[in-house]
């Protein structure tokens, strides 16, 4: 494939946007809802064998809520760094995919906080079912966060062309190396 149909994903839509070349937004954004839905899970599972786990359950209920918000702006910019892959390609079609199991992930978080907040008003914990439903967007998220990486780190989405990453590689004129062979 040519360079040309290749450099378009390389440059955002919108640097102020999404970020300037080579230092998406996106990435760093979806830290926010990972960080958050997974330490729900934690605090979910340890609010079963505390003896008051009250703490627990509404911190979790909360940060589900974090995430869900954090959720969203990541969303926003990934969209934008969506548009920029030429349509048609693989790295489009893992893109859609990666987007579609977000999509699904934010919307179970936002039931599953629905969910909880009913429960917590009529004084009740984490139930069965939602500790489930939180294992299993968990889980999706794994593989969504997989998928992510790919689009990064295989197929170079949003980062520095081949050439701008070979200046890191360019020894200085002059300098030698400072490894020691062993």
Do not use: C
């Amino acid at each position: 494939m040519a360079d040309e149909t290749r450099l378009p994903s390389k440059r955002p839509v919108s640097a102020l946007l999404a970020g300037p070349y080579g230092h998406p937004f996106h990435p760093i954004l979806v830290t926010v809802p990972i960080g958050a839905w997974v330490t729900s899970l934690v605090f979910d599972i340890a609010s079963h064998v505390v003896h008051r786990p009250e703490f627990l359950t509404h911190s979790s209920q909360w940060l589900i809520a974090v995430g869900v918000i954090g959720a969203l702006l990541a969303a926003t910019v990934g969209f934008l760094d969506l548009f920029a892959i030429p349509a048609g390609t693989p790295a489009f079609r893992t893109g859609l995919v990666h987007m579609t199991l977000n999509l699904l992930v934010t919307a179970a978080y936002v039931g599953n906080f629905l969910w909880r907040y009913g429960a917590h008003a009529d004084g009740g914990g984490v139930g069965a079912g939602q500790l489930v439903l939180s294992a299993l967007s968990v889980a999706a998220l794994g593989v969504s966060g997989f998928l992510g990486g790919k689009l990064a780190y295989r197929y170079g989405v949003r980062v520095a062309d081949e050439r701008t990453q070979a200046e890191g590689f360019t020894p200085d004129p002059g300098r030698t190396s400072s490894r020691s062979t062993v």
